[in-house]
């Protein structure tokens, strides 16, 4: 008799990631299977949480396309003060507003929004830490930096994470932006950067 799949799924409908550490340490959540939804692989989240693990407690946190949820989900677990979610797909907010329901959180916040129009109308308010995974071959990463920059949404001294195709070095963000740490997980670039308040 054949073996079942190990993880049907994942082509069910819906994918399922699970919380590495904090509160919620080792919960299970699902996520709607979509295009461009990829969560940000276990061990990347681990090794990114453990050079934010000491700015992460009380941070003002934006996950800018938050997808799957995986980021941001897992900041709040680890003591984020509060954490916005913004994502153009209704069926990954909506997912993400079943889980806060199921976890009793009350300090995450969620919309759905094209988020490069959301930055540069709405009333910025400077995040510590924000979480930039935009879907691939959208041109979205650089605009979006530059928007966070220009229009006042990062505090003096913020983290910002990027995950992308091309190497950090090459993708032209903003000047006061200190490359911190990076690495690579197969073919995704992903690496932190600290910003200065010095222009």
């Known amino acids: 008799m054949a073996n079942p799949p190990i993880r049907p799924s994942a082509h069910g409908g819906q994918g399922q990631l699970r919380i590495i550490g904090g509160e919620w340490r080792s919960r299970r959540l699902d996520f709607p299977n979509a295009e461009g939804l990829r969560p940000t692989p276990d061990r990347v989240r681990e090794t990114l949480f453990n050079w934010l693990a000491p700015y992460i407690s009380g941070a003002r946190v ?4 938050t997808g799957s949820g995986a980021l941001y989900l897992e ?10 979610a913004l994502d153009v797909n209704a069926t990954a907010i909506a997912s ?3 889980h806060l329901d199921t976890l009793k959180c009350g300090q995450g916040q969620l919309l759905q929004s094209d988020t490069l129009r959301y930055l540069e109308t709405q009333t910025p308010t400077p995040f510590d830490l924000v979480f930039l995974d935009p879907p691939f071959s959208k041109n979205l990463l650089q605009p979006a930096c530059e928007l966070l920059e220009s229009k006042g949404w990062l505090a003096n001294n913020a983290w910002i994470y990027t995950e992308s195709e ?25 690496a932190l950067w600290e910003r200065s308040g010095e222009q």
């Open 62 to 65: 934006l996950d800018a396309f």
């Open 75 to 84: 900041a709040l677990s680890r003591g984020a003060g509060m954490a916005l």
């Open 166 to 190: 091309a190497v950090p070095s090459s993708l032209g963000l903003p000047a006061n932006w200190r490359l911190h740490r990076e690495k690579k997980a197969g073919n995704v670039h992903y």
């Open 96 to 98: 993400l507003r079943k």
